[in-house]
T-cell receptor
Framework: KNEVEQSPQNLTAQEGEFITINCSYS?????LHWLQQHPGGGIVSLFM???GKKKHGRLIATINIQEKHSSLHITASHPRDSAVYIC??????????FGAGTILRVKS | GAVVSQHPSRVICKSGTSVKIECRSL??????MFWYRQFPKKSLMLMAT?????????EQGVEKDKFLINHASLTLSTLTVTSAHPEDSSFYIC?????????????FGPGTRLTVL
């Protein structure tokens, strides 16, 4: 079993839909990252969370430390949101462990 | 704006040659830099961790003589793929952690796509 599990693996949505991507992990962590990778490869760090909730524009990230679960939400999705979204947890000792990623495609 | 840069963004080389990839932190001092490799449709795999002024720590299964890492200054780390072969073709990404923002935040570079013919 992977230490970091993401769901769904693939997601297709219509423009304007509310999107949720989930991440579950099995180890103790000091922080959790949500990353975005566009075609062509560049990675952008969207959020780093250690508790609660963060919001940036149309993106919202939440984490429940007790349940070892985090969600990334995209409101009013747009085709430019199409990308791979990766959950990565920082284990104590500062090693990042990555999920396999969720491929999101938003159709207009 | 970008806080970590990589150069080159793409490189194509012949089998047997060596390729150097640079990773720079642009507005902060990176005490630790990480090198990752990503195969198509796979997640990132940590290759090595380097701290400025000391030898890199390689993950299990990564050949240190094949992937030479130098972290000579607080703003620059280099990865040299020596005697490259087609199986080394991949997307290489660096990240840096240091005195910018939270000290446990990693900032990712844009990546370098290496193709070995």
């Amino acid at each position: 079993k992977n230490e970091v599990e993401q769901s769904p693996q693939n997601l297709t949505a219509q423009e304007g839909e509310f999107i949720t991507i989930n991440c579950s992990y099995s180890v103790g962590i000091s922080a959790l990252h949500w990353l975005q990778q566009h075609p062509g490869g560049g990675i952008v760090s969207l959020f780093m969370l250690s508790s609660g909730k963060k919001k940036h524009g149309r993106l919202i990230a939440t984490i429940n430390i007790q349940e070892k679960h985090s969600s990334l939400h995209i409101t009013a999705s747009h085709p430019r949101d199409s990308a791979v979204y990766i959950c990565a947890v920082m284990e104590y000792g500062n090693k990042l462990v990555f999920g396999a990623g969720t491929i999101l495609r938003v159709k207009s | 704006g970008a806080v970590v840069s990589q150069h080159p963004s793409r490189v194509i080389c012949k089998s047997g040659t060596s390729v150097k990839i640079e990773c720079r932190s642009l507005d902060f001092q990176a005490t630790t830099m990480f090198w990752y490799r990503q195969f198509p449709k796979k997640s990132l795999m940590l290759m090595a961790t380097s701290n400025e002024g000391s030898k890199a720590t390689y993950e299990q299964g990564v050949e240190k003589d094949k992937f030479l890492i130098n972290h000579a200054s607080l703003t620059l780390s280099t990865l040299t793929v020596t005697s490259a072969h087609p199986e080394d073709s991949s997307f290489y990404i660096c990240s840096a952690r240091g005195d910018r923002g939270r000290t446990d935040t990693q900032y990712f570079g844009p990546g370098t796509r290496l193709t070995v013919l």
